[in-house]
């Protein structure tokens, strides 16, 4: 492949709709797939409510959000949308037998030559790769949220990516004005995931002992380290669901050190999920004021 010209984005959620937005922005060819219109709609409305921002704030012209809209091509066939595509990236919820299930769909449409990304925080790439019987193309290309602001794609290569899809990964961040961080070795939660779960569990630790309270642990973290939320309230906008579902896959990697806190567990059998429910560790009744829950 000369140069990466055409994306297919499998998924039009939180990440995907920001994936194809910041491909269509770099000048890319995109296919925006979901499995219903109304989803895709959903996405198309994100990616046009971004590009107004960027017109609002004089980082792109009308002319230049049109076009990046015009660039982007939706549909609902997802072996249409990858047949031309020279990397096509997978961004369906974080379940290992759907990702494997989509693969084999992609692998079955791709070109030969297509590289097959997967935008999984934290699941193994050799295992989605093992679905399909073309393992070399598979790579981990992890986004971050929002894709049109963070600079970091984690390139994840699995057991058996091979040089040139590593390649074409690297040159798709380039493309997009990111830069790369390569885990070598595909080990569960890669780099950024098992760190960002250390600092959090550590965190809810400190909480549960009394250490300090959850403001002051957010406001020692965000301002102390320059992060631009403290790792409490990070995990409410995560979801403590998706923090709990880390932390069991994490320690059944590596052991007790990624115990999750008793808090966390009771907290997501109450149904307590964070933003989304409207409640976490802090309380969203005023959304611009949350309050601790305890
Ligand atoms: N949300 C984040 O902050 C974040 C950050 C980094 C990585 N990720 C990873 O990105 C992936 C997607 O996360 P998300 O937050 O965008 O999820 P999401 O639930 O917002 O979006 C997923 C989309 O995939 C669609 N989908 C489901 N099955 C499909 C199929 N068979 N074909 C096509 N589309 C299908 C859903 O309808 C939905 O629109 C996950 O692997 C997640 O771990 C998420």
Known sequence: MAEIQSIAVIGAGTMGNGIAQVS???????TLVDTQDSFIQRGMDNVKTSLARFVKAQKLTQAQADAAVARIRTSTS?????????????????????????FQQIARAAKPDAVLATNTSQLSITAIASAIDRPQDVIGTHFFNPPVMMKLVEVVR??????????????????LGKEAAVCKRDTVGFITTRAAAALRLECLRM???????????????????????????????NGLDVALFNAMSLRDAYGERFNPPQSLVTRVKAGQLGRKTGAGWYDYTDPKAPKPTQ
């Open 158 to 175: 699995g057991l058996q990516t091979s040089d040139r899809a590593l390649g074409v990964a690297l040159a798709l961040a380039k493309k």
């Open 24 to 30: 269509a922005m770099s000048g890319l060819d995109v």
């Open 78 to 102: 997802l072996s249409d949308a990858v047949k031309d595509a020279d990397i096509i990236v997978e961004v369906v919820p974080e379940k290992i037998d759907l990702k494997q299930a989509v």
């Open 207 to 237: 909480l549960e002992e009394g250490v300090a309270s959850m403001e002051d642990i957010d406001r020692a973290i965000r301002l102390g380290f320059n992060h631009p939320m403290g790792p409490i309230e990070l995990t409410d906008f």
